[in-house]
């Protein structure tokens, strides 16, 4: 996983944990003087330190809290880790006469990290840089990629290539992610997608 930007989100939140540190840190050490000298060992040189609260506090963050809906209003970014499925209309296939390919793309998402990779049929790809627009009316993903065929034996070679994702919900409430793509100008494709989480996908689409 890499890290990946947005909007000016992260230092007040990083502040708010420091704060919630300091808090803890000094209620724990004042709860350590209380029971010093009621129990049958000595607490003298225990203490909570601010540091230790704070690396604690954003882990926990950073892994889990950020997903809760009740601080990801304050987390700066949506919740989109998972398996995203759907059609992707290519130059490169329409120009060979073919139809919209079915890729899957697996999202691994932590508050300060992301990853996303692709899975086509004859190829696969990797994020190698990402941020989140999100003063915009819907959230956007803005990642670049790195794509390799999956036969080294082929003419197919490796390439470079960008892609935004629109991050919303349909009329039915579920979540989409829309958006384009284009790659280096060796290749000099693009193309436009619209991704739904695998599980929401209906059984006859997964058979395509």
Excluded at 22 to 30: D, E, G, M, R
Aim: proline content about 4%.
């Amino acid at each position: 996983m890499h890290s990946y930007s947005i909007d000016g989100s992260r230092p007040k939140i990083s502040g708010f944990i420091m704060l919630a540190a300091i808090v803890i840190a000094n209620l724990v050490n004042y709860l350590l003087s209380i029971i010093d000298g009621r129990v049958p060992f000595t607490v003298e040189s225990v203490s909570a330190s601010v540091f230790l609260s704070f690396s604690i506090l954003l882990w926990v963050f950073n892994n889990y809290l950020w997903k809760w809906p009740i601080t990801r209003r304050f987390s700066g970014v949506p919740n989109i880790e998972g398996q995203w499925v759907g059609p992707l209309d290519s130059s490169y296939n329409s120009s060979n006469g073919n139809g919209p390919m079915r890729p899957t793309f697996t999202i691994h998402q932590k508050w300060s990290e992301i990853e996303v990779d692709g899975d086509f049929s004859k190829s696969i790809s990797e994020s190698t840089s990402a941020s989140f627009v999100t003063d915009k009316g819907r959230p956007q993903l803005i990642f670049t990629y790195r794509n390799y065929p999956r036969d080294s034996s082929s003419n197919r070679r490796s390439h470079e290539g960008t892609n935004t994702l629109r991050y919303m919900t349909d009329s039915s409430g579920n979540e989409l992610l829309q958006g384009e793509y284009y790659t280096d100008q060796e290749r000099n494709n693009h193309g436009t997608m619209e991704l739904r989480r695998a599980e929401e996908v209906d059984d006859c689409f997964k058979d395509e």
